[in-house]
């Protein structure tokens, strides 16, 4: 059974980078055909998907956020993490981590395996 977990600030000030991990166990994140992504809802908003990390190390940003958006992987500690920079208290969300195949990318968290998520405010 893969296991995702979100680590990082819960609070980040405007400006500033947002660097948030991802702990997977239960499963190699070099695995193929799975893409890792990122996901955030904002309050009251429906989920934002981020982008992804896939099993061969490519990248997929949205396009909204490509321009502030890093995501990069440490295989040694099967750990991928977020970037993102410049933020402001639109930011503020509710970020996910999750694996999932590329037919499943943008469909929904009842696709793939998902983090329970981890509250982020942008906020001076």
């Known amino acids: 059974q893969v296991q995702l977990q979100e680590s990082g600030p819960v609070l980040v000030k405007p400006s500033q980078t947002l660097s948030l991990t991802c702990t997977v166990s239960g499963g190699s994140i070099t695995t193929n055909g799975y893409y890792w992504s990122w996901i955030r809802q904002p309050p009251g908003k429906g989920l934002q998907w981020i982008g992804y990390i896939g099993y061969s190390g490519s990248n997929y940003y949205s396009p909204s956020l490509k321009s502030r958006t890093s995501i990069s992987r440490d295989t040694s500690k099967n750990q991928f993490t977020l970037q993102l920079s410049s933020v402001t208290p639109e930011d503020t969300a509710v970020y996910y981590c999750?694996?999932?195949?590329?037919?499943?990318?943008?469909?929904?968290?009842?696709?793939?395996?998902w983090g329970q998520g981890t509250q982020v405010t942008v906020s001076s």
């Open positions: 999750a694996r999932v195949t590329l037919g499943e990318y943008g469909v929904g968290p009842h696709k793939g395996y």
